[in-house]
């Protein structure tokens, strides 16, 4: 009697402790996921459209580039948790603490009020750290960092709203240059910086925030096993009894370990950026991105965790859109980043909530395109075929081309088509205005759709300020004309 008089009020807290950790659980799984927006983009969606597009798709963080007044405008009143990011290079200003303290006062607490923006996160810097900067912002990020965050504190914010440092996973010995993961350590030649960051953040209960990209690891490197960039692979790596299945899992536990190394070894880890491209390479493609979120998804959205690190992982997927004016200074890949295209249309399934299933995410809505016109190569015109080159490369330096490398998905174009998807990616940019389908007379306008197969010819959104614009444009061609039209007369 007295055994089951205990046992009953043990059952019901277990039965309680059930409900609460589904609750914990089924929130965990809908509001886990953020993403990254950038905004280099020729044409941007406005603000509002895209935050519609988080919403429809239940994306309750987003991680920014900056602090943009529209997109901060746009996110007020969203109840989407923001990442805000001070760009490279404002890191040397912000070594002034009037600067920072400004900075805050700006784009921090401007925001902060009901309603406005939930702003959780101040990124200081994006990976300064690449080694393709030269060192050029070593110095400058920990006092950046510090007084970011001492603003934030004198401001009365700082208990929940923490600056961290995105970085690169190229700031610890990556896998596969090292071994095993559990030998992890800072890069030498920013040990001291990183000794300093990470004490930081651990003094004011900030995360470390790190990038961690699975299909750089495959690009950079010919010989990295590709099934070890999936997570369905059969390629594993034994770290003296721990198995690894995956790069991102060895990645992460390579900073668990370098942290360690440091006595941080628990200190909170956010993964900023984790994505796959879907064109600009021979591995970037939909069907590797799909196979690629579709691994990693339902190992997030169950709190799988990593070997040595069991449970939820805070990740933001890179990137939301497209955008096709980003540097390619790392590889053509690098316009292609986004789970949906520039115009907001979702590229293949994915499910956010990581139950597997294949729909697709709802793409933007009222999407306002140009004119359904494309330009393309004439090789019966006035032109001379020997400028065909120059002006290839004079409209493929002020557009995207990327998609016609090996491997891309305009790839196989022959010579003509090279040409027509050169100058049409030209006149979408310049906003299909009639005199950027010339190129000395080797272009001409056509209202029929010239895509090739996989090889998309795009038509561009128009700008969000496109009604006005046009008008004023408009007017100005107008008015030009009769202007010329004038000094025809009079000359004559
Ligand atoms: C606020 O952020 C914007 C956008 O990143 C930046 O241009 C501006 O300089 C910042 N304001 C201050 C006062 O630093
Ligand atoms: C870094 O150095 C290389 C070679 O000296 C140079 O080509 C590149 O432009 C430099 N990059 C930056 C960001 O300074
Ligand atoms: C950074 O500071 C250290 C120590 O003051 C100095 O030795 C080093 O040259 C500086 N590096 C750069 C890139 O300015
Ligand atoms: C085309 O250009 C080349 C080189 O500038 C020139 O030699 C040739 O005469 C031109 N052809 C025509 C038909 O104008
Ligand atoms: C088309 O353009 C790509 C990229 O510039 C180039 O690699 C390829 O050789 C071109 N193909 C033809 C048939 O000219
Ligand atoms: C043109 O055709 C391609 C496929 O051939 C299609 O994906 C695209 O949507 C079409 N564009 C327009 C504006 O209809």
Request: negative net charge; proline residues 4%; glycine residues 8%.
């Amino acid at each position: 009697m007295n055994h089951r008089q205990k046992q009953s009020p043990m059952t019901s807290s277990a039965v309680f402790l059930i409900i609460i950790s589904a609750l914990c659980f089924a929130s965990g799984g809908v509001s886990a996921l953020g993403v990254n927006w950038g905004t280099m983009a020729s044409h941007q969606l406005p603000p509002k459209t895209v935050v519609r597009m988080l919403t429809d798709n239940n994306i309750k963080k987003v991680k920014l580039f900056d602090a943009d007044t529209d997109t901060m405008g746009a996110l007020a009143g969203s109840g989407v948790e923001v990442m805000v990011a001070i760009p490279n290079d404002l890191l040397k200003a912000m070594g002034t603490y009037q600067r920072a303290k400004d900075w805050v006062q700006r784009n921090v607490s401007r925001f902060n009020f009901n309603d406005g923006v939930k702003i959780k996160y101040v990124a200081v810097g994006n990976e300064p750290f690449l080694t393709s900067y030269n060192g050029s912002f070593i110095n400058l990020t920990y006092p950046a960092l510090v007084n970011i965050q001492t603003a934030l504190n004198e401001a009365g914010i700082g208990d929940y709203i923490k600056a961290t440092v995105p970085l690169n996973a190229d700031v610890y010995n990556s896998p596969p240059d090292n071994q095993v993961p559990s030998a992890g350590r800072f890069r030498s030649d920013i040990l001291q910086e990183m000794t300093l960051i990470v004490n930081f953040l651990a003094q004011n209960k900030a995360p470390f925030t790190v990038n961690i990209y699975p299909f750089l690891s495959l690009y950079l490197s010919s010989d990295f096993p590709f099934e070890y960039a999936f997570f369905d692979g059969q390629t594993t790596v034994n770290d003296n009894g721990v198995i690894y299945t995956n790069v991102f899992d060895a990645s992460f536990d390579t900073l668990l370990a370098s942290l360690n190394a440091l006595n941080h070894g628990d200190m909170e880890v956010i993964v900023g950026e984790v994505g796959w491209p879907t064109d600009g390479d021979k591995n970037a493609n939909v069907a590797n991105a799909e196979r690629f979120y579709s691994g990693l998804l339902p190992r997030l959205a169950n709190n799988v965790g990593t070997p040595m690190r069991k449970g939820y992982i805070e990740v933001y997927l890179f990137g939301f859109i497209d955008e096709d004016a980003k540097s390619v200074a790392p590889g053509n890949f690098e316009r292609h980043w986004g789970i949906f295209k520039y115009d907001g249309h979702p590229k293949f399934p994915v499910d956010l909530q990581g139950q597997g299933q294949k729909k697709f995410l709802t793409g933007a809505h009222n999407v306002q395109y140009l004119l359904n016109q494309w330009c393309m190569f004439n090789p019966n015109g006035r032109g001379n075929i020997s400028k065909l080159g120059d002006n290839i490369n004079y409209a493929c330096s002020l557009s995207d081309c990327t998609a016609l490398g090996y491997g891309s998905s305009c790839g196989n174009l022959d010579a003509n088509g090279n040409a027509s998807y050169a100058f049409n990616m030209y006149f979408q940019v310049q906003n299909q205005e009639a005199q950027a389908c010339d190129f000395e007379g080797l272009a001409i306008i056509t209202t029929k759709n010239i895509s090739q197969g996989q090889c998309v010819f795009p038509i561009q959104i128009g700008k969000p300020s496109s009604g006005h614009y046009d008008c004023s444009y408009s007017f100005m061609v107008r008015f030009g004309l009769v202007m010329s039209g004038l000094m025809f007369l009079l000359m004559t």
